[in-house]
């Protein structure tokens, strides 16, 4: 096994980084990716993005993924590669097990600590079951790539089980989805489903018709797309009933067990024969918020985000930030601040930026959420899009969400192939990532 | 569980095939593909492709997605799209465990039984550790999609825990990379690991210098590319070097443990510090040819392949085929036909067109194999073609190889995105799907 020493006591053929200001960034995601980019041409200091994995993840486009449109090195982007030209800074794989804010360092799993003149931690979330864990097992979410490759094993892989399938109860039931939480991933799932199944997958088959398939969308709330405005939600919700899915508002899942699903909507209990139940509900801290509360006293929301004050620093901790999905911003408007990928950008961008500031004894005023939009994507030629000065859906709300996403796509790797691959999709209506590969053995 | 009953019993949903031939294919390599697609169109038969993947593979680009130049999509293509347009074909995702010659059928691992008239056996070979399996879990062969992957986590892992590693031993251990087997496998992954280590990486490290990696290509004959005419061996030896590749012929590998790998070369031993081993030497029967042997008391040979006679069925039994890899056909040459990839493309649309006349009550002459050349990459700018008319080398070897590979990729399957994956990373140097993910459970 290797005998890791701390690497910042033994740095063995780096310059002596003294005298540079030390920023450890913690995740690769927007959040962290964003930061490091910002400080990428600050002389002062020495900047350390610390991953488990060595590449950073669009994620908005997972679902794609899941779907078999793309692959995963389509969204994926080395760290190294993406930040090979900023000399200050370097990259490590490795996992953050503890902190110790007295001594400023981080610890990572196999014993190294790294230490730090400013943390900046966007490690993210992932999901959560609300209470049964032992749903992980049946019903994957979609936070990783591994997530995605088991989502396509399972829905490809129903169709496959449903052609040899000679009774119609259980070809039925193969041919039967259910999608948990109607908010923008599970809208996409959907609606990607809904197109796979009913157009891209129909010449494919010779005994099932993949036209009988159901796609059952269920939401807790009221509507579909709860942060979106309600006429928005409207629509939405029409879209989908038109592509063939069947949508459940205000109903929650009792159960899941062998191939039979319990919903509740209000005291009314049905349950639903499906082999394939996908999770798009609920997120919860991975394990990053503990540890700050646990080191800082911080406080935290109840799904364990990490409540940060309005510089986006931990309270009594100037030093140590929080950016992205895992914290709480609540010091603009009603509610904290989604946890999307532009809030995410601005987080990052912003705590670089304060640091550039506080190096020349200089400061910014607050952190401001500038909202340019959001935005969820149905399904071919269908979207919407909530601007700040006004609503789109259907086609200019599609053509909208293609334009942003190719655009940030674009912005830090040259990611040509994902257009490409969406034309070749759009006009073929193939999926041409539709591999099934094996169960991936994963380590948390 | 599903419960499935004979396929051929109770087709459910298709037309009583009985007045058709039933041909049955076993696997969608490139014996199996082409023997289908050369089916196509014949009305007086109909085709069932049984394979346990849902995709044909594009196995001699393998190592590109091992070395993280290529995603598994790229060179997947799925079987049903592929074939979606032939209305005579159905595919079937399953896994054959025996077979009945008397009342030819096959059966699946669930249990189904699937009649055949004529039977078309490609399934391949899988790799070979000349009786020592417990290095399967330490030298990772290149086969499937889950091995390149497998390899590309072992390979850029390495790197990445070396950046992290303090003692020069234990780093250097972590640079230095065993190939064992110089086929066109081991030298394609020699070449494109010095490529990678030599140039791409080159940037992105600041700890390490990727530059001290060290390649060493392990083979037990007397020359690199032994199926290659001796002087092209000596070529790729000496552009290998020129990479910076350390070629060891007539060298075996006798033991590899924690970190040692231990060579022999005539009487001489020599231990090296290598954390990671590739294996690309050995081949063996993963186990049809097994049951073949035990149902039809057919011969094989050391390795396992089925002896097929001089029309590619087995002696006895002229409605059983064998074609690809599993194929040992002794009836042109000194020697048999080697485990490439036009070989299986050849045998297969040779059965397939065989049985076309059979069903006019003809026959062809036997099988002949028409050598088009064989060709070997070794890296940026270089190859080996062996035409039956000449000889090349080098920079137009290399095109050739390009066009080749890129000609075939998109004779099937629109794969422009590759063209286009490799052009950026010709361009760049850069590999865009080096994704690390975790490591894959396999059930075989």
Same mark, same amino acid.
């Given at each position: 096994?290797?005998?890791?020493?701390?690497?910042?006591?033994?740095?063995?053929?780096?310059?002596?980084?003294?005298?540079?200001?030390?920023?450890?960034?913690?995740?690769?995601?927007?959040?962290?990716?964003?930061?490091?980019?910002?400080?990428?041409?600050? $002389?002062?200091?020495?900047?350390?993005?610390?991953?488990?994995?060595?590449?950073?993840?669009?994620?908005?486009?997972?679902?794609?993924?899941?779907?078999?449109?793309?692959?995963?090195?389509?969204?994926?982007?080395?760290?190294?590669?993406?930040?090979?030209?900023?000399?200050?800074?370097?990259?490590?794989?490795?996992?953050?097990?503890?902190?110790?804010?007295?001594?400023?360092?981080?610890?990572?799993?196999?014993?190294?600590?790294?230490?730090?003149?400013?943390?900046?931690?966007?490690?993210?979330?992932?999901?959560?079951?609300?209470?049964?864990?032992?749903?992980?097992?049946?019903?994957?979410?979609?936070?990783?790539?591994?997530?995605?490759?088991?989502?396509?094993?399972?829905?490809?892989?129903?169709?496959?089980?449903? $052609?040899?399938?000679?009774?119609?109860?259980?070809?039925?039931?193969?041919?039967?989805?259910?999608?948990?939480?109607?908010?923008?991933?599970?809208?996409?799932?959907?609606?990607?489903?809904?197109?796979?199944?009913?157009?891209?997958?129909?010449?494919?088959?010779?005994?099932?018709?993949?036209?009988?398939?159901?796609?059952?969308?269920?939401?807790?709330?009221?509507?579909?797309?709860?942060?979106?405005?309600?006429?928005?939600?409207?629509?939405?919700?029409?879209?989908?009933?038109?592509?063939?899915?069947?949508?459940?508002?205000?109903?929650?899942?009792?159960?899941?067990?062998?191939?039979?699903?319990?919903?509740?909507?209000?005291?009314?209990?049905?349950?639903?024969?499906?082999?394939?139940?996908?999770?798009?509900?609920?997120?919860?801290?991975?394990?990053?918020?503990?540890?700050?509360?646990?080191?800082?006293?911080?406080?935290?929301?109840?799904?364990?985000?990490?409540?940060?004050?309005?510089?986006?620093?931990? @309270?009594?901790?100037?030093?140590?930030?929080?950016?992205?999905?895992?914290?709480?911003?609540?010091?603009?408007?009603?509610?904290?601040?989604?946890?999307?990928?532009?809030?995410?950008?601005?987080?990052?961008?912003?705590?670089?930026?304060?640091?550039?500031?506080?190096?020349?004894?200089?400061?910014? @005023?607050?952190?401001?959420?500038?909202?340019?939009?959001?935005?969820?994507?149905?399904?071919?030629?269908?979207?919407?899009?909530?601007?700040?000065?006004?609503?789109?859906?259907?086609?200019?709300?599609?053509?909208?969400?293609?334009?942003?996403?190719?655009?940030?796509?674009?912005?830090?790797?040259?990611?040509?192939?994902?257009?490409?691959?969406?034309?070749?999709?759009?006009?073929?209506?193939?999926?041409?990532?539709?591999?099934?590969?094996?169960?991936?053995?994963?380590?948390?």
């Amino acid at each position: 096994m290797p005998t890791l020493q701390s690497i910042e006591t033994a740095p063995s053929s780096l310059p002596s980084p003294s005298p540079k200001h030390r920023v450890v960034i913690l995740g690769g995601g927007f959040g962290g990716l964003y930061a490091a980019q910002q400080l990428g041409r600050t $002389e002062e200091v020495q900047v350390t993005l610390i991953d488990k994995r060595n590449f950073h993840l669009f994620q908005p486009l997972l679902y794609q993924v899941a779907m078999g449109g793309l692959s995963p090195g389509d969204i994926a982007s080395p760290l190294r590669g993406v930040l090979s030209q900023q000399k200050n800074t370097q990259v490590l794989m490795g996992e953050v097990v503890d902190l110790d804010p007295q001594t400023k360092t981080v610890i990572l799993k196999e014993g190294e600590g790294v230490a730090y003149d400013s943390l900046i931690v966007a490690t993210g979330m992932s999901h959560f079951y609300f209470g049964r864990d032992d749903w992980a097992e049946i019903a994957p979410g979609l936070k990783t790539v591994e997530d995605a490759l088991e989502m396509r094993r399972r829905i490809f892989g129903a169709f496959e089980t449903a $052609e040899k399938a000679t009774d119609p109860d259980l070809r039925q039931a193969l041919l039967t989805f259910v999608i948990v939480g109607a908010g923008p991933t599970g809208v996409e799932l959907a609606g990607a489903l809904a197109e796979l199944a009913f157009h891209t997958l129909k010449p494919d088959f010779r005994r099932i018709d993949t036209g009988q398939t159901r796609i059952l969308l269920v939401e807790g709330m009221d509507r579909v797309l709860p942060p979106f405005p309600p006429e928005l939600s409207v629509r939405a919700q029409q879209d989908l009933e038109k592509m063939g899915v069947e949508v459940f508002t205000q109903t929650l899942v009792t159960d899941i067990a062998g191939h039979q699903v319990t919903l509740k909507q209000g005291d009314h209990l049905r349950t639903v024969s499906a082999a394939t139940v996908l999770w798009a509900a609920g997120v919860r801290d991975p394990g990053m918020g503990g540890i700050l509360a646990d080191r800082t006293r911080v406080d935290r929301d109840r799904s364990g985000r990490v409540i940060v004050g309005p510089d986006l620093s931990i @309270p009594g901790y100037p030093d140590i930030f929080v950016v992205g999905d895992l914290a709480h911003y609540g010091h603009q408007g009603d509610r904290p601040l989604p946890g999307i990928a532009p809030v995410a950008m601005q987080e990052g961008q912003y705590v670089a930026r304060l640091l550039q500031k506080r190096l020349q004894s200089e400061t910014l @005023p607050d952190f401001r959420y500038k909202d340019g939009g959001s935005l969820a994507v149905i399904g071919r030629h269908s979207a919407v899009v909530n601007f700040p000065k006004g609503k789109l859906t259907g086609f200019p709300a599609w053509f909208v969400w293609l334009f942003v996403h190719v655009f940030f796509l674009i912005e830090f790797d040259n990611k040509v192939i994902v257009m490409i691959q969406w034309a070749s999709n759009y006009i073929t209506r193939k999926q041409g990532s539709r591999l099934i590969t094996e169960r991936i053995l994963t380590h948390d």
